[in-house]
């Protein structure tokens, strides 16, 4: 009969256990022994969890104490040597060592890289290759995990990285010579992994190959067929899950694995079904991902039950599985834990544990069929139905000024006057120097502004008792930046809890969650907000606080926004009409709130993007149209400002090179970007194409507890000056400093403004 299947569940636990957990270890408030038990008990409730919601292909080791491409590597034996032989580091302290970095004194180690999981908001940890990459099995985590349920009385269905995608995300280093050239080195390793898989009494094995649904050259595609043809009868039976997209020209190659079963995500591409059973082997079964994995609303479970019993009709019901489109890894735990969420929207939506009981209400009526459905799956469908039913008429959703206002935007609101005109403007107004220093935005969240804010959430601080508790932490920041010797300053962002959440708190068409938490990267979680109508701005939001910090300082304040692409990929969006309609009511309220700030006195706006490139279509024939509406929202949010303002932006772990053209048409005033953890190396993409405004590449890595020393920070501004000109270097940390703790920040700041000063002396002309 039908399987009921999942692919992943969140880790981080309901009430975000593991980061307090993984927090408590670094801070060295608890021990490695507590750490692992922690991690215990998130595993097993999550076993349970899905267990009980009648999910019959369990997944496991798909829990993670940081990332699950470096637990690859890690079980693959690839650690960088930079680690591998530092003494004195247990198995556990190298794990964070190479995802944070080491920090100590002279002998610090950096990080390996971080960047985005695909086009998704989690992060994952780089995997870095030598030429004669030995690897061998040096982590027998998928075994562990497996034998942990099992002795629940679960038996679960491993997951692991699969060989093609985990070196395809990996980057090789010292040669040029491209990572699958060490494909025959790393299959006998899976080979092992799966035999003792199937030893241990595994019967499924979940090998994830998300590249499959990439443009790929043939070379990619046969080392596919080369490396399943090894592993598909090595062990237990095998499913190749892929997902994010549709396979397109790929489906034959992945139809054709020797392999028992392949994954294929119909949320995201859901065209590829109607080939795949026409061309499905007669001995495949098919997993079809019909429930979202990525989103956060409810499915249309009678127009999804219909598309099922089609695939049911053409393969028999023993070879179909019915899964979430990917791992639930990206959508919060459990919509029971919102108790304040406004109650029409509430009914509309499922959280992780309703998507599991969506999973399996529709494999069993699979099962059973309309003419025997139990009254439980039956009552389950007419509950969906009327949801659905509700949320497609409600009126809350539609605003007639905002979509009046869309259709009156007009050409000149993309434009402002060409960049070397402004710029000339810009420096007779700002009178910075060569070099000029800054912040990305945010500086730490302490636990004492946490409990402040906490305490006037729950009304138990007075309003105005927070809003002078918000002025001295501006105050005091204001002081810190002139004291330390900073150019550009900011506020801090104490009264912000996350850069799309306040925002969110302020527009309408937005509703916010009280534990919707979902993993970014290690212990950093994030909180979408949902987007479920029309989006509007009813007054400013930022220009009090702003204004406030100029007041204290001759020095330029820079407003700080978050742009409208982020606003949007950082969000559970609307399902209901094309994201760039949503992306351009968000362009509109941010560029209200750019005019409020220049009428405030604020010469320099920071309109954050970091995850425009996060937002690239993953086939390259789907990237024009979204480059053009992307930088379109942009343009509209920053065109609305005078010459003489400054318009900055920022982004993030990204790669540039098949964006450059767009990063460039965005036509920031300053762009800053992460460089750090590539050693400047992502400067490359920007000296080929010539860029010509002002470049602020990230000085020093934000993201790892290792201060950084002016020597250090000296080397990345002269290797930075080798591509670009002093006119457009700007100095800064490569993102805010919000997970930051001040012992770290007061030290590294007053680096960067030492060798930003060192470097600009050296530029002086000698007489």
């Not at 120097?433 to 730490?444: D, E, K």
């Not at 970091?610 to 949010?637: C, M, Q």
Request: charged share 25%; hydrophobic share 40%; proline share 6%.
């Amino acid at each position: 009969m039908p399987i009921a299947s999942n692919l992943g569940f969140p880790r981080i636990g309901p009430d975000r256990e593991l980061k307090r957990a993984l927090e408590a270890y670094w801070a060295g408030r608890s021990t490695a022994d507590d750490l692992a038990a922690a991690a215990r008990d998130i595993r097993r409730t999550n076993w349970q969890l899905q267990a009980d919601a009648g999910i019959e292909h369990v997944p496991s080791n798909d829990f993670s104490l940081d990332d699950h491409v470096l637990d690859t590597a890690v079980m693959l034996g690839a650690i960088p040597r930079r680690f591998a032989h530092r003494a004195g580091l247990s198995n556990l302290d190298r794990y964070f060592a190479m995802a944070r970095g080491l920090a100590d004194g002279a002998s610090s180690i950096p990080a390996m890289e971080m960047t985005k999981w695909f086009d998704t908001n989690y992060h994952y940890i780089v995997p870095e290759f030598e030429p004669a990459q030995d690897f061998h099995l040096a982590s027998t985590k998928p075994i562990d995990e497996f034998l942990e349920a099992k002795a629940l009385g679960i038996t679960t269905r491993p997951v692991i990285l699969g060989p093609v995608s985990f070196l395809l995300l990996g980057r090789m280093c010292g040669t040029s010579a491209g990572p699958l050239t060490l494909l025959d080195s790393v299959l006998p390793v899976y080979e092992q992994m799966l035999e003792l898989l199937a030893g241990a009494g595994a019967e499924w094995v979940q090998l994830d190959e998300p590249c499959l649904v990439l443009d790929l050259p043939r070379e990619t595609l046969r080392a596919y067929q080369a490396a399943y043809e090894r592993l598909g009868d090595a062990g237990p039976r095998v499913l190749v899950a892929t997902y994010f997209g549709d396979l397109g020209a790929n489906l034959p190659t992945a139809l054709g694995l020797p392999v028992a079963a392949l994954h294929l995500d119909l949320v995201r591409g859901p065209g590829q079904l109607s080939a795949a059973l026409e061309r499905a082997p007669r001995n495949l079964v098919l997993s079809l991902g019909v429930v979202d994995g990525r989103n956060v609303w409810r499915a249309d479970l009678d127009a999804t039950l219909g598309l099922l019993t089609r695939a049911t009709h053409a393969l028999g019901p023993h070879r179909v599985m019915v899964a979430p489109s990917c791992s639930l890894l990206h959508v919060p735990v459990d919509l029971d834990n919102e108790t304040a969420l406004d109650a029409d929207v509430r009914r509309w939506l499922a959280f992780g544990t309703q998507k599991l009981h969506e999973v399996a209400t529709l494999s069993a009526a699979l099962q059973h069929g309309p003419d025997t459905m139990p009254d439980a799956i039956t009552d389950a469908l007419a509950d969906a139905r009327a949801a659905l039913a509700q949320r497609r008429a409600s009126p809350r959703a539609h605003d007639a000024a905002v979509q009046e206002r869309q259709r009156a935007v007009s050409e000149d609101m993309f434009r402002r006057t060409p960049y070397r005109a402004r710029s000339t403007q810009q420096e007779r107004a700002l009178k910075l120097p060569q070099l000029p220093t800054t912040t990305i935005g945010s500086f730490p969240q302490t636990a004492e502004l946490r409990r402040a804010r906490a305490a006037a959430r729950a009304g138990h601080m007075a309003p105005s008792d927070y809003d002078a508790f918000l002025r001295s932490q501006i105050e005091d920041a204001i002081r810190f930046q002139e004291e330390v010797g900073l150019d550009v300053l900011v506020h801090g962002e104490f009264e912000r809890n996350d850069m799309v959440e306040y925002f969110a708190e302020r527009l309408a068409g937005f509703v916010v969650t009280q534990r919707g938490w979902v993993q970014s990267y290690g212990s950093r979680c994030v909180k979408p907000p949902i987007i479920y109508g029309d989006i509007s701005r009813g007054g400013a939001m930022t220009t009090t606080w702003t204004a406030f910090a100029q007041s204290l300082t001759s020095r330029p304040v820079k407003g700080m926004l978050t742009g409208p692409v982020t606003m949007l990929q950082w969000s559970f969006v609307r399902d209901d009409q094309p994201r760039d309609e949503t992306c351009r009511q968000l362009a509109l309220a941010i560029r209200d709130e750019t005019a409020d700030l220049e009428a405030a006195g604020i010469r320099i706006i920071q309109i954050d993007e970091p995850a425009i490139r996060e937002g690239l279509p993953l086939k390259t024939e789907d990237r024009h149209e979204y480059l053009e509406w992307s930088v379109n929202a942009f343009r509209l949010a920053s065109s609305g400002v005078r010459d003489e303002t400054q318009v900055h932006t920022h982004m993030c772990y990204s790669a540039f090179d098949d964006i450059i053209d767009a990063v460039a048409r965005m036509d920031a005033d300053v762009l800053s970007i992460e460089t750090s953890r590539s050693d400047m190396t992502l400067l490359d993409t920007f000296a080929r194409v010539s860029y010509p405004n002002g470049i602020g590449p990230g000085v020093y890595d934000v993201h790892s507890p290792a201060v950084p020393v002016a020597a250090e920070i000296e080397k990345h501004l002269n290797k930075a000056l080798t591509v670009l000109t002093p006119d457009q270097l700007w100095v800064n940390p490569d993102c805010g400093l919000k997970t930051r703790r001040w012992e770290e920040v007061r030290p590294s700041m007053s680096a960067i403004v030492q060798a930003a000063a060192h470097v600009r002396q050296s530029l002086q002309p000698t007489i």
